[in-house]
């Protein structure tokens, strides 16, 4: 055997090879084991629930792009699971006009942008005075009094909040947006004030020190800081307002003023023979949260992961 070959020998025999180990005291040494550095056992039950859960999403993702795809003749043939031969784009181009979708788009934007950036900054705004006064009795309550906000779904208190919205003329989109938001606001105070408390105090102590008053360093400090959860509890609040059916139709009085999921609603009354139009239109109208959500999926679990330790 050559030199050259002795010290890549020996490396193929550290790799395959693991020394026996020493059992516990009159056993014995235990048998040795033979492993290949790098190797793993792969998990078949977990797989196999892998694979059962991401049919039960992908299944119905591709019939309704099959469905959207095909032509009228197609649809009604008893099998959605057929490939669109040939491709129409007529059932787009019919929602599109029937759904008057760039209105709805343009209502249904607002109503999930204004929820989205008013749920962080009153959760950021709620969570950090909690968090920092947690020793006093009255931001603590208050912690627990927004916890059991979370336990009330909007049904059950629907009926006073239509009455109430149509007293203070806030049956339109800014309606939704402010109720919305409440909702939302519960369960993000939960995930930013378990994120402060990964935040060290020194860092506001030298901030302090410096001059800096609370809200300064609340702004120039602690919400930059905030980012990875902020992202998590914004596309949390995107998912819900964006979603939304029940609160949108009983808040919004004017149907010109609807969203996109209550203006399909509407349409498939009077066309519920038209399914490639109706799946053409869910597919338009999900395609804004699924393109939100693939860009923005590392995010959640980063600061669901980051907050849930204190450092």
């Given at each position: 055997?050559?030199a050259?070959?002795?010290?890549?020998?020996?490396?193929?025999?550290?790799?395959?090879a693991?020394?026996e180990?020493q059992?516990?005291?009159g056993?014995g040494?235990r048998?040795s084991?033979?492993?290949?550095?790098?190797?793993?056992?792969?998990?078949?039950?977990?797989?196999?629930?892998?694979?059962?859960?991401?049919?039960?999403?992908?299944?119905p993702?591709?019939?309704?792009?099959?469905?959207a795809?095909?032509n009228g003749?197609?649809?009604?043939?008893g099998?959605?699971f057929?490939?669109?031969?040939?491709?129409?784009?007529d059932?787009f181009?019919q929602?599109?006009t029937?759904?008057?979708?760039?209105?709805?788009?343009a209502i249904s934007?607002?109503?999930?942008?204004?929820?989205?950036?008013a749920t962080i900054i009153l959760a950021?705004f709620?969570?950090?005075?909690i968090?920092?006064?947690?020793d006093r009795k009255?931001?603590?309550?208050s912690f627990?009094?927004?916890?059991?906000?979370?336990f009330?779904p909007?049904?059950v208190?629907?009926l006073p909040?239509?009455?109430?919205?149509?007293?203070?003329g806030?049956?339109n989109?800014?309606?939704?947006i402010i109720l919305a938001t409440?909702?939302?606001?519960?369960?993000s105070?939960?995930?930013?004030?378990?994120?402060?408390?990964?935040i060290p105090?020194?860092?506001?102590?030298?901030a302090?020190i410096?001059?800096?008053?609370?809200?300064q360093?609340?702004?120039?400090?602690?919400?930059?800081l905030?980012?990875?959860m902020?992202?998590?509890?914004?596309?949390f609040a995107?998912?819900?307002?964006w979603?939304?059916?029940?609160?949108p139709?009983?808040?919004?009085?004017?149907?010109?003023?609807?969203?996109?999921?209550?203006?399909?609603?509407?349409?498939?009354?009077?066309f519920?023979?038209?399914?490639?139009?109706?799946?053409?239109?869910y597919?338009?109208a999900m395609?804004p949260a699924?393109v939100?959500?693939?860009f923005?999926?590392r995010w959640?679990?980063a600061?669901?992961?980051?907050?849930?330790?204190?450092?």
């Amino acid at each position: 055997m050559t030199a050259l070959n002795q010290p890549a020998l020996a490396f193929e025999q550290a790799e395959l090879a693991v020394p026996e180990r020493q059992g516990p005291a009159g056993s014995g040494p235990r048998r040795s084991r033979f492993r290949r550095v790098g190797a793993e056992r792969i998990s078949w039950s977990t797989t196999t629930i892998l694979v059962l859960c991401s049919l039960t999403v992908l299944l119905p993702l591709y019939v309704t792009v099959s469905m959207a795809l095909k032509n009228g003749t197609q649809v009604v043939d008893g099998n959605a699971f057929s490939i669109p031969s040939p491709i129409s784009f007529d059932g787009f181009v019919q929602a599109w006009t029937l759904t008057k979708f760039p209105v709805g788009l343009a209502i249904s934007l607002l109503v999930t942008a204004g929820t989205v950036v008013a749920t962080i900054i009153l959760a950021a705004f709620a969570s950090y005075a909690i968090a920092r006064n947690w020793d006093r009795k009255l931001f603590r309550y208050s912690f627990f009094y927004l916890l059991a906000a979370m336990f009330i779904p909007f049904p059950v208190i629907a009926l006073p909040q239509i009455q109430l919205t149509g007293r203070l003329g806030l049956d339109n989109p800014l309606g939704v947006i402010i109720l919305a938001t409440m909702f939302q606001l519960s369960f993000s105070v939960l995930l930013f004030t378990a994120f402060l408390r990964s935040i060290p105090l020194e860092l506001e102590e030298s901030a302090r020190i410096d001059g800096a008053t609370t809200w300064q360093t609340f702004w120039r400090l602690i919400f930059p800081l905030l980012a990875p959860m902020s992202a998590t509890v914004g596309i949390f609040a995107f998912l819900y307002a964006w979603n939304d059916f029940m609160m949108p139709s009983l808040i919004i009085s004017d149907p010109a003023l609807q969203t996109l999921p209550v203006r399909q609603n509407l349409f498939q009354t009077q066309f519920s023979n038209n399914y490639n139009v109706a799946f053409a239109s869910y597919l338009m109208a999900m395609a804004p949260a699924i393109v939100a959500y693939l860009f923005t999926q590392r995010w959640v679990m980063a600061g669901v992961t980051q907050g849930a330790v204190k450092g």
